[in-house]
């Protein structure tokens, strides 16, 4: 299909959209960006909460566990009756499922709100449903855990197909595989977004693209409130700072002496394979050379970043920095994940990468509303395919 359009007001203005699991808000920031209204967001997580209620000042926000939420509150908060939300969207807990988690599976507790997004969709009776999460949902319990989704939603009404998407092929500077399940109980068709960035289509964004325009930071440095180092040096940095003339969050952790001593014997696109003997950690001594690839990562500017996560420890994956020696800021982080400079994330600097790293990118949730708007344009399930043949699908 083409890539998916906005649509223009009046036919498809003030639509709405509640989001679970939000945190700061990644995919309901990329929703309000394709138009729509977010009503209302809920998370555990009161620090992600704080940068959530400062970030979305027209919606209401629920913290506390979800097992505590009912319908008839969101709905009350958001101003609706049931049947009249257009799109409930959320991620429940991914580090159930997460290939991170050498525990992960059925016996994980965050492995089973999903029953609870399934619970108020009931309730809600949204018109359509979004629901995001880590690709490891597919293999879990032997796909066991997807299966269960897929049937539940089913038997609330709704036809629903997924697809595992790539965030670098829409434009996020950013190598991160997620699963994204779009059901609907109308008789539009289930649209997913056409890829707008690789091979024969737009170059990927790199890690160069995203910083250049960045002050330059000393290990473990607060930068504050901060000007740019320059003028933007291409479209994804005009389109992220907008008409901001500063940046907040730009805040480097501190490394421990052996590390930024580590960081000096790694060149961009280097690992820990560039490290001498007695600057190895213990426990990678006797590893070997195909073995944790990411770890210990400089990229180099002209990279995709490795997947943001929740602790950017350079133990973990490639996040020093590319020519500065030091691990990426917690600005940098958003950056990749392609938040506007406009957001601001509240809290200590370890729950804000916390928000960061939990985070849908805002763009790719853009690209998902442009899909489902193109979708709701649609005047039945006749009309077009809209691109899903290319799809990874399960239906029910």
């Given at each position: 299909?083409?890539?998916?359009?906005?649509?223009?007001?009046?036919?498809?203005?003030?639509?709405?959209?509640?989001?679970?699991?939000?945190?700061?808000?990644?995919?309901?920031?990329?929703?309000?960006?394709?138009?729509?209204?977010?009503?209302?967001?809920?998370?555990?997580?009161?620090?992600?909460?704080?940068?959530?209620?400062?970030?979305?000042?027209?919606?209401?926000?629920?913290?506390?566990?979800?097992?505590?939420?009912?319908?008839?509150?969101?709905?009350?908060?958001?101003?609706?009756?049931?049947?009249?939300?257009?799109?409930?969207?959320?991620?429940?807990?991914?580090?159930?499922?997460?290939?991170?988690?050498?525990?992960?599976?059925?016996?994980?507790?965050?492995?089973?709100?999903?029953?609870?997004?399934?619970?108020?969709?009931?309730?809600?009776?949204?018109?359509?449903?979004?629901?995001?999460?880590?690709?490891?949902?597919?293999?879990?319990a032997n796909g066991k855990?997807?299966?269960?989704?897929?049937?539940?939603?089913?038997?609330?009404?709704?036809?629903?197909?997924?697809?595992?998407?790539?965030?670098?092929?829409?434009?996020?500077?950013?190598?991160?595989?997620?699963?994204?399940?779009?059901?609907?109980?109308?008789?539009?068709?289930?649209?997913?977004?056409?890829?707008?960035?690789?091979?024969?289509?737009?170059?990927?964004?790199?890690?160069?693209?995203?910083?250049?325009?960045?002050?330059?930071?000393?290990?473990?440095?607060?930068?504050?409130?901060?000007?740019?180092?320059?003028?933007?040096?291409?479209?994804?940095?005009?389109?992220?700072?907008?008409?901001?003339?500063?940046?907040?969050?730009?805040?480097?952790?501190?490394?421990?002496?052996?590390?930024?001593?580590?960081?000096?014997?790694?060149?961009?696109?280097?690992?820990?394979?560039?490290?001498?003997?007695?600057?190895?950690?213990?426990?990678?001594?006797?590893?070997?050379?195909?073995?944790?690839t990411k770890r210990y990562?400089?990229?180099?500017?002209?990279?995709?970043?490795?997947?943001?996560?929740?602790?950017?420890?350079?133990?973990?994956?490639?996040?020093?920095?590319?020519?500065?020696?030091?691990?990426?800021?917690?600005?940098?982080?958003?950056?990749?994940?392609?938040?506007?400079?406009?957001?601001?994330?509240?809290?200590?600097?370890?729950?804000?990468?916390?928000?960061?790293?939990?985070?849908?990118?805002?763009?790719?949730?853009?690209?998902?509303?442009?899909?489902?708007?193109?979708?709701?344009?649609?005047?039945?399930?006749?009309?077009?395919?809209?691109?899903?043949?290319r799809a990874l699908q399960?239906?029910?």
């Amino acid at each position: 299909m083409a890539s998916p359009r906005r649509l223009k007001a009046p036919a498809f203005a003030n639509l709405s959209c509640i989001d679970l699991f939000c945190g700061a808000g990644g995919l309901s920031h990329g929703f309000q960006q394709a138009g729509f209204r977010v009503l209302a967001g809920q998370d555990y997580d009161q620090a992600a909460g704080h940068t959530f209620v400062r970030t979305h000042r027209d919606a209401g926000f629920i913290g506390g566990p979800i097992q505590d939420v009912t319908a008839k509150r969101l709905l009350r908060v958001a101003g609706l009756l049931p049947g009249e939300l257009d799109v409930l969207v959320g991620g429940p807990p991914c580090q159930g499922y997460s290939v991170y988690n050498h525990n992960r599976g059925e016996s994980d507790p965050r492995a089973h709100l999903f029953r609870e997004y399934l619970r108020l969709v009931e309730g809600l009776k949204p018109k359509w449903i979004v629901m995001e999460n880590v690709t490891g949902l597919t293999s879990v319990a032997n796909g066991k855990m997807l299966r269960e989704i897929l049937v539940g939603i089913g038997k609330l009404g709704y036809r629903v197909q997924s697809r595992i998407l790539k965030a670098e092929e829409y434009g996020i500077p950013q190598e991160r595989r997620r699963i994204i399940l779009i059901g609907t109980r109308t008789g539009q068709p289930i649209a997913f977004p056409d890829a707008t960035h690789g091979t024969h289509l737009e170059p990927f964004v790199t890690v160069g693209d995203a910083i250049s325009d960045l002050p330059a930071l000393r290990n473990g440095e607060d930068a504050g409130k901060v000007r740019y180092s320059c003028e933007p040096q291409n479209s994804y940095q005009r389109m992220l700072r907008g008409n901001l003339s500063w940046i907040e969050n730009h805040s480097a952790p501190r490394l421990s002496k052996v590390n930024e001593e580590r960081a000096r014997h790694i060149p961009p696109g280097g690992s820990w394979r560039d490290l001498p003997y007695n600057l190895l950690p213990a426990g990678m001594r006797a590893a070997r050379r195909c073995d944790h690839t990411k770890r210990y990562g400089r990229p180099k500017l002209t990279d995709l970043s490795c997947t943001v996560l929740t602790k950017c420890d350079v133990h973990w994956g490639a996040y020093f920095h590319p020519t500065q020696d030091r691990a990426i800021s917690v600005r940098e982080a958003t950056r990749m994940q392609s938040f506007p400079d406009s957001v601001v994330f509240y809290s200590s600097k370890t729950e804000q990468y916390v928000q960061v790293g939990n985070a849908v990118p805002p763009l790719l949730g853009k690209r998902i509303a442009e899909a489902v708007l193109t979708a709701m344009e649609s005047e039945g399930m006749s009309d077009v395919s809209l691109g899903n043949r290319r799809a990874l699908q399960l239906a029910v």
